[in-house]
């Protein structure tokens, strides 16, 4: 059928909208991703280090400081798999300034928290070729549309806002395309 086939392995706490849900990360173990990937036939493997569906990616400590993804599960299944290409799901950063956005224009987002960017660069830097950002345009689009129907309460017609979105989001996946490390790569 000339389809791709992505497994995952690992459960990844958090929600995603109409979902159960989880409430703690089962990391990806090592010892069985060359197991799985040989029995399942995948062609891309997602793996839980930390990451988690929703808007809150990480859970501060005590003193406010986000955890590190774990790197270390990353690097052994690097090794067991080289080459092999690695997927992150739930890797949003969520940026504060349109969590601030949406909040400020009527929206009511109390904790969203995301991977920091420069986790995220480290992870690409690594065996992850794909990384999951859904939130993170969802998140831009959403504040941007509320400010627009904001300052134009009589606007009905939806094509105005989203051509006034579109550039906007352009300029985001531009900017996550060099977090990833992967503008100029084909």
Known sequence: ??????????????????????????????????????????????????????????K???????????YDI?????????????VLHGASSISSDYVDMINNYGGKLEKAIGIPEEQITRA???????????????????AHTRKILSE???AIDSRVFTLKIRPILANLYMHKMEIMRSTNRI
């Open 74 to 86: 990353l690097e052994e299944i690097q090794w067991r798999l080289p080459l092999f290409p690695i």
């Open 152 to 154: 134009n309460p009589s």
């Open 1 to 58: 059928h000339n389809v791709s086939v992505e497994g995952e392995l690992g459960v990844l706490s958090g929600s995603e909208e109409g979902s159960e849900l989880i409430t703690d990360n089962q990391y990806t173990d090592p010892k069985m991703v060359e197991q799985f990937v040989k029995y399942t036939g995948v062609d891309s493997l997602a793996i839980s280090i930390g990451t988690s569906h929703g808007l809150v990616k990480l």
């Open 124 to 142: 690409a830097e690594m065996a992850v070729c794909k990384i999951n950002i859904a939130s993170d345009g969802w998140i831009c689009a959403l």
């Open 60 to 70: 501060p400590n005590k003193d406010g400081i986000l955890p590190e993804l774990r």
